[in-house]
C-alpha cells in the first residue's frame, strides 16, 4: 500500500521528444508537488497543486506543465525536453489548512535521461 | 527569500564515531524544520521535525535535534554511527502554513560515508 507512487521509475527519451511522469497518492492529502533532484543531489521545488490549484511555479520553464486530474494525482508534462532537463524528478504530497504543519510525504523517484 | 545551509558536503566518518551535521536557515519568523534522509537510490524519508515545543526533538533510527533558535540552527546528531546510516542527508525549513509560505525549502544535502 504505497502512499505516493510515481511512474516510471526511469525514462530515457531523445532531445525534443514530448514526455509524462504520473503521480499517485492514497494518503487523502489536498496539496502535491513536484521536485527537482540535479546530479549535484540539490532539491528544488517545481510546483505545487492545492484544490486542483497551482499555488506555486518557481521560475520553470513553460515546457513543464503539471496536471492534476484529481485531488490524488498529478502528473507531470514536458515538451520539447533538452539536455539539461535530466534529473530525478520527485512528486511528494501533504496536508494543508490552517494547522498543518506541511510534512511531506515523497515518491519513489523517476530518473529522466535525455540523450 | 528564505534559505537554507548546510555546512558540511560530505562527511566521512568510521561506524561507532559520533555526528553532527550542521544547518541553519535565514527566515525571522515562525519556521517549521525537518531533516530528511535519502539511502542510496531510494526516496527522501523524513527522519525527525520540529514544529513548537520541546527544542530537542527525537526521531527515528536514534537521530536528534535541537533547535536554536538564537543561531537559526537545527543541528543533526546521533551518538554512534553505523555502516547502515550512510545516505544524504537534508535540511529543510518552511515559514507558517498554507500557500507559498508553506512549501519547503531545502538545503544542499550532506552526504554520509560510514566505514565498516
Known amino acids: 500500500d504505497t502512499a505516493v507512487s510515481q511512474t516510471p521509475k526511469y525514462l530515457v527519451t531523445q532531445m525534443g521528444n514530448d514526455k509524462s511522469i504520473k503521480c499517485e497518492q492514497n494518503l487523502g492529502h489536498d496539496t502535491m508537488y513536484w521536485y527537482k533532484q540535479d546530479s549535484k543531489k540539490f532539491l528544488k521545488i517545481m510546483f505545487s497543486y492545492n484544490n486542483k490549484e497551482l499555488i506555486i511555479n518557481e521560475t520553470v520553464p513553460n515546457r513543464f506543465s503539471p496536471k492534476s486530474p484529481d485531488k490524488a494525482h498529478l502528473n507531470l508534462h514536458i515538451n520539447s525536453l533538452e539536455l539539461g532537463d535530466s534529473a530525478v524528478y520527485f512528486c511528494?504530497?501533504?496536508?494543508?489548512?490552517?494547522?498543518?504543519?506541511?510534512?511531506?510525504?515523497f515518491g519513489p523517484g523517476t530518473r529522466l535521461t535525455v540523450l | 527569500a528564505q534559505s537554507v545551509s548546510q555546512h558540511n558536503h560530505h562527511v566521512i566518518l568510521s561506524e561507532a564515531a559520533s555526528l553532527e551535521l550542521g544547518c541553519n536557515y535565514s527566515?525571522?519568523?515562525?519556521?517549521?524544520l525537518f531533516w530528511y534522509v535519502q539511502y542510496p537510490g531510494q526516496h527522501l524519508q523524513l527522519l525527525l521535525k520540529?514544529?513548537?515545543?520541546?527544542?530537542l526533538v527525537k526521531g527515528i533510527k536514534g537521530f536528534e535535534a535541537e533547535f536554536i533558535k538564537s543561531k537559526f540552527s537545527f543541528n543533526l546528531r546521533k551518538p554512534s554511527v553505523q555502516w547502515s546510516d550512510t545516505a544524504e542527508y537534508f535540511c529543510a525549513v518552511n515559514a507558517g502554513y498554507g500557500g507559498s509560505q508553506g512549501n519547503l525549502i531545502f538545503g544542499k544535502g550532506t552526504k554520509l560515508s560510514v566505514k565498516p
Open positions: 527566515y525571522g519568523g515562525t519556521v517549521n
Open positions: 520540529y514544529f513548537s515545543g520541546d527544542p
Open positions: 511528494a504530497s501533504s496536508l494543508r489548512g490552517a494547522r498543518s504543519y506541511n510534512e511531506q510525504f
